[in-house]
């Protein structure tokens, strides 16, 4: 009887684990008290949060950890993978409360052994850091947008958050662009061969400088077509087809008329950017 007893409290206590709910809550991203530091969290299915803590600074994002909570067969589990420490390798933390408390435990590891998060409300938490030595510290979040969840049969293993918060990508990985269409111009106001040359040596120049200030993501020439089109750009963090208009007049080709433009909005992947430093390897000759 008694280990019949015994079994049954053993199967009990795996039954009130398996039950403990997952903290959907913390999808979005939450910001430091008095201080440019963030912790987002995207969730990607019913099951998995992937996030990451960065700090803003004159020098851009920055990176301290990313962190992911995933649960699997009942078990819920806090991975952390803080920069420059364990050769990149996560600390799984497991979770052992979930009520107004979600604590996160993993007793063998030296430095913290407890991370807990305490839901004040909907848009305010507390985390408390601790380890068995007493050492600890705590500190406050305050939400700043709510997140949503990723709306998928299956979530993507891939997911950089810190990537994709540096990108601006939406929950697709997308953002919006301006695609441009350069042609000949058709009322140039510059007919001198010399001042020709000068100006398009001036659009190769305002096109590296669109580029080093983050306005430019694509620009090259179009082979021969019965069209007049000369080439296209893509253009990124622009408000909208006026501000890409205005910002193109700077171009000294397109403002003589020696080409015309055409405009149109283009989504594509936020990832579009991330060949520009290795197109700056590739090349021998400037043209």
């Known amino acids: 009887m008694k280990k019949i007893l015994l079994i049954l409290s053993i199967a009990a206590a795996n039954y009130g684990f398996s039950q403990l709910p997952f903290p959907s809550f913390l999808q979005g991203t939450w910001k430091m008290e008095g201080l440019q530091v963030y912790e987002r969290w ?38 952390a993978s803080v920069i420059g420490q364990n050769n990149g390798a996560g600390i ?73 918060i540096q990108s601006g990508a939406d929950e697709y990985g997308m953002k919006p662009y301006v695609f441009v269409i350069l042609k ?10 010399s001042e020709i040359s000068k100006h398009f040596r001036g659009h190769l120049d305002n096109i590296n400088r669109l580029v080093a200030e983050e306005k430019m993501v694509i620009a090259g020439p179009m082979g021969k077509n019965d069209k007049n089109y000369r080439g296209i750009f893509i253009l990124s963090n622009v408000k909208d087809l006026e501000e890409a208009r205005e910002l193109l007049q700077t171009d000294p080709a397109i403002k003589a008329g020696l080409l015309d433009v055409e405009l ?19 090349w021998k000759s400037k043209p």
């Open 42 to 79: 995207d969730q990607l299915n019913d099951h998995t949060l992937k996030g990451v803590s960065y700090k803003l600074s004159e020098n851009g994002m920055e990176v301290s950890e990313y962190i992911e909570i995933s649960g699997n067969k009942g078990k819920i589990q806090y991975t």
């Open 92 to 164: 799984p933390f497991r979770l052992v409360q979930a009520d107004s408390l979600f604590v996160f435990e993993n007793l063998k590891h030296d430095f913290p052994n407890r991370i807990v998060y305490k839901r004040i409300s909907d848009n305010l938490l507390n985390v408390t850091v601790s380890g068995n030595n007493g050492n600890m510290f705590s500190y406050e979040l305050h939400r700043e947008t709510t997140g949503k969840n990723v709306e998928n049969n299956t979530s993507n293993p891939n997911y950089d958050a810190a990537l994709a």
């Open 184 to 193: 000949t111009g058709s009322n140039p106001s510059v007919n001198d061969k």
């Open 264 to 282: 149109y909005d283009w989504y594509g992947s936020a990832a579009l950017p991330e060949y520009l430093p290795y197109s700056d390897k590739v």
